[in-house]
């Protein structure tokens, strides 16, 4: 078994710290610029930052136990601090940190969702109302069906959904595919639906027409063909992609003028550790068609597609960065 390296709490309590600042400020561009910042500073704080978005849905459900978050580290490390509250916060730590028993068991724990996969892993599932669903690199669902409706909940990551025909009722049951900002709802569809790390959520239809209701109610039938982003308030058109989305469920990443940074971003998803980009390269393009199955090795390739050069501190960090 491979053991997920021990991280000092005092780095883990710095990433929650980011954390809580980037929810509470309006200007995210330079939180998250200092941020990028302190994960390049140390491998350890990448690993940190890296454990804590993965984890990110858990955290903010826990932040939603907590006092006023300005305060709720202090509140928390006070020693009269209300005990279910600290227990939560070590549960957190032990989580991050890698302690035995923690982020590992957390990772590969059922409890925590129906289906999950890791960095780099895709699962396919055949439910027992005939749907067919893939998750990405990343992703972790809950299916919770009832006599009156099919009802499915992404807690992050991607999947790729074809509805099915629900044989066992006279009039198939809506499908309700839940997420962050809201709901997706259709009977016949198939469509890819992805959390973009709790900012946004985007959806793509395949076939049929699936309706995307927001958080506050607001409905948008989306036809095939059509891309949308996801938010709290709104569904917003994008533009239609030039390749069709669905390349990663086949274990390739097709790219057509994409930029830098987009592309290592991209390809972050699907391997541990902090992957990044420098600004100096970021807005070089890349068209092509790359396989998933090993994303180091098309981490080097990039050397020797582009003028740049993959630099690696350890196996947790690397960079993409000018060539010298």
């Not at 063909?225 to 030039?242: K, N, S, V, Y």
């Not at 057509?256 to 902090?274: I, T, W």
Request: with cysteine; charged share 25%.
């Amino acid at each position: 078994m491979t053991h997920e390296r021990t991280l000092p709490e005092s780095v883990v309590h710095t990433a929650i710290q980011w954390q809580l600042r980037l929810d509470g400020t309006d200007d995210r561009q330079a939180a998250w610029q200092d941020i990028l910042e302190w994960c390049e500073h140390h491998p350890d704080h990448a690993l940190a930052w890296q454990r804590l978005c993965s984890l990110r849905g858990e955290f903010r459900s826990l932040l939603e136990t907590l006092p006023d978050r300005d305060m709720a580290l202090p509140v928390l490390n006070n020693a009269g601090a209300d005990l279910h509250r600290r227990r939560a916060l070590k549960s957190l730590l032990a989580l991050l940190v890698g302690t035995p028993g923690g982020w590992l068991a957390y990772r590969h724990s059922p409890l925590h969702a129906d289906y999950r996969t890791g960095a780099g892993e895709q699962q396919r599932l055949t439910l027992e109302d005939g749907t067919r669903i893939q998750l990405n690199t990343r992703s972790s669902l809950d299916v919770r069906y009832s006599d009156n409706e099919r009802r499915l909940v992404l807690n992050h990551g991607e999947m790729w959904v074809e509805s099915g025909a629900d044989a066992g009722y006279a009039l198939p049951r809506p499908l309700r595919v839940e997420h962050r900002f809201g709901h997706c709802e259709t009977r016949r569809a198939r469509f890819l639906l992805r959390d973009h790390q709790g900012d946004f959520a985007t959806l793509w239809v395949e076939q049929g027409e699936v309706t995307a209701i927001t958080a506050t109610g607001q409905q948008q039938r989306c036809a095939p063909g059509e891309h949308w982003r996801l938010g709290d308030f709104a569904a917003t058109p994008l533009a239609t992609p030039t390749q069709p989305p669905t390349a990663w469920t086949s274990g390739m990443l097709v790219v057509d003028d994409m930029r830098l940074e987009e592309f290592v971003a991209e390809l972050a998803r699907y391997r541990s550790g902090h992957t990044g980009c420098d600004p100096a390269v970021a807005d070089l393009r890349l068209s092509g068609v790359f396989q998933l199955d090993h994303p180091d090795a098309l981490m080097e390739d990039l050397g020797r597609l582009l003028p740049v050069e993959v630099v690696w501190r350890t196996s947790w960090w690397v960079r993409v960065m000018a060539r010298a």
